[in-house]
């Protein structure tokens, strides 16, 4: 059975820092390329950043680039987004997912597995 599971969420200040983690089992994890999404209440679901099967091509919202870092570690089947100088709009779930889209895409529909999601809460 696939499963993934996100974990690293939390209640934090503006400005802060969270590292969050995704720990996959039950699929070829170096077949997938990862990605994080993020939905608010009342918002649809957006995408966050993704990372290639190898690790070697990543993308990124606007709303994080500059902030944030997606990676992975093939030897642990686990992808992590660490997060910096968090602000009050990244309030959020936060949902990892695997696409077989190796290259890595910021379409939500190109992901096959998703986790169950981990909440971070920005305080102002």
């Known amino acids: 059975q696939v499963q993934l599971v996100e974990s690293g969420g939390g209640l934090v200040q503006a400005g802060a820092s969270l590292r969050l983690s995704c720990a996959t089992s039950?699929?070829?994890?170096?077949?997938?390329?990862m990605g994080w999404f993020r939905q608010a209440p009342g918002k649809e679901r957006e995408f966050v950043a993704a990372?290639?099967?190898?690790?070697?091509?990543?993308y990124y919202a606007d709303s994080v680039k500059g902030r944030s870092t997606i990676s992975r570690d093939n030897a642990k089947d686990t992808v992590y987004l660490q997060m910096n100088s968090l602000k009050p709009e990244d309030t959020a779930v936060y949902f990892c997912?695997?696409?077989?889209?190796?290259?890595?895409?910021?379409?939500?529909?190109?992901?096959?597995?998703w986790g169950q999601g981990t909440q971070v809460t920005v305080s102002s």
């Open positions: 997912a695997a696409s077989f889209y190796g290259a890595g895409s910021r379409n939500g529909v190109d992901y096959g597995y």
């Open positions: 039950g699929l070829r994890f170096r077949n997938y390329a």
């Open positions: 990372v290639s099967w190898g690790g070697g091509t990543t």
